[in-house]
């Protein structure tokens, strides 16, 4: 379980000066929940998942996970006691191949085992196992190898960044599926970052974040009709209604 008490975070925006990104966010996540957070662009979702992490350390509040205070924790602490994140845009590592990246995810992973994640998320192993996870990897390759990177862990808080950014029709459809799966085989808590309505229609439970605040929360039958329009026009614009356009992910 983790507790979320009044937490709120202020960041410098340079020449604009301090900006409160999140208010006074009270929250709880249950064990065993799959948890979906929408909302407009800007409204403070990729900074809650950062603060859950660690990468931002809260202006006010605190953090409990399973009862132990983790406000004053490093990212690597978290991480030891199974908080994962994966990264919308993450991290670039020049002379490190993608089979290392897996192996210090995990040591315990044979080479069946990374085979076949790397397979799950839509690479081929043998083209990916010696790339380099540098720039010749393209922005929806790095998310491929990050998510399976981030399942490689075994979490028991996983933490998924707009899995569908960057990435086709086919490889999104296979990221739904191993990461409902993933929930449903470990039991674990999970949380995604989403616009989809494949991840919103499939959760316990979703939250809408704007302005820094929870402005809604309850389950699918009680959100998903408040949110369905914008959802739906926001991928229209995208793929003008053609649901077999590769940007659409309806």
Known sequence: MLQLEGVSLTLDDG???????????????EDERFYAFTG????????????????YQPT????????VD???M???????????????????????????LIHIANTELDEKEIHLLLHDVGLCPEDYLDREVNNSLSGGEMRRVEIATSLARNGNLMIFDEPEAGVDLWTFQQLVFMII?????????????????????????????A????????????????????????WRDRCGGDANDPNCYR
């Open 15 to 29: 020449d604009q000066g301090p900006r409160e990104v999140l208010n006074n966010i009270n929250l709880t996540l």
């Open 40 to 55: 407009p662009n800007g409204g403070g979702k990729t900074s809650l998942a950062k603060v859950i992490m660690g990468i």
């Open 60 to 67: 006010e509040g605190r953090l409990l996970h399973n009862g």
């Open 70 to 72: 983790i406000t004053g």
């Open 74 to 100: 490093s990212i690597t602490e978290r991480a030891q006691r199974g908080i994962i994140y994966a990264f919308q845009n993450p991290p670039r590592f020049k002379g490190i191949r993608v089979s290392d």
């Open 181 to 209: 799966q993933q929930h449903e085989r470990r039991k674990n808590t999970t949380m995604v970052i989403t616009h989809s309505e494949r991840f919103l229609t499939v959760s316990d439970e979703i939250m809408l974040i």
């Open 211 to 234: 302005g820094g605040e929870i402005a809604e929360r309850g389950s699918k039958d009680q959100i998903w009709p408040l949110i369905k329009d914008d959802i739906t026009c926001r």
